[in-house]
């Protein structure tokens, strides 16, 4: 297991819009990230973590893989814009406390479009799926 706890040097995001804490597994195609929400994060609202909360989480999942992966060839960090998001289904919102297991599965990528699927768990119950559109800019650097 991959247990990247320091996220910060992975994602362009800065506190307090960051949305994972950890990033628990990377390979080519395939990442799994894990959040705990709590009551200070901008998404959380009336003791649970908002629908924008849960998209953003799956696009940070996106972007931690990539930065792993930058971070190992040694190359800056891109910066992603979300394009089109498509499916969002949310089942369930996540409450105050709960550990988020997000996963993104890379489905295509294309020059500078990475098109993901993406799943957000609670222990063994599925919370929201979607597809997604990126745009990642390859020359961009966060620092």
């Known amino acids: 297991m991959l247990n990247v706890e320091n996220i910060a040097p992975l994602i362009p ?23 705990k929400v709590t009551a200070e994060n901008i998404f959380t609202c009336n003791g649970q973590f908002s629908e924008a909360g849960l998209m953003e989480n799956i696009a940070q999942t996106v972007a931690a893989h990539a930065g792993y992966f930058s ?7 891109a ?6 998001v498509k499916n969002f289904e949310i089942v369930s919102l996540p409450k105050l406390n709960d550990e988020l297991i997000t996963e993104i599965i890379i489905e295509e990528q294309v020059m500078n479009l990475c098109i993901i699927s993406g799943q957000v768990w609670h222990k063994e ?16 650097v966060s620092e």
Not at 13 to 35: C, G, H, W
Not at 79 to 84: D, E, S
């Open 13 to 35: 995001q800065k506190p307090p819009f960051v949305m994972i804490d950890t990033l628990l597994y990377a390979e080519v195609a395939i990442a799994r990230s894990s959040f």
């Open 71 to 77: 971070h190992e060839k040694n190359t800056p960090i």
């Open 79 to 84: 910066i992603g814009y979300i394009i089109l």
């Open 125 to 140: 119950i599925l919370l929201a799926t979607c597809q997604m559109n990126l745009f990642i800019e390859k020359d961009s």
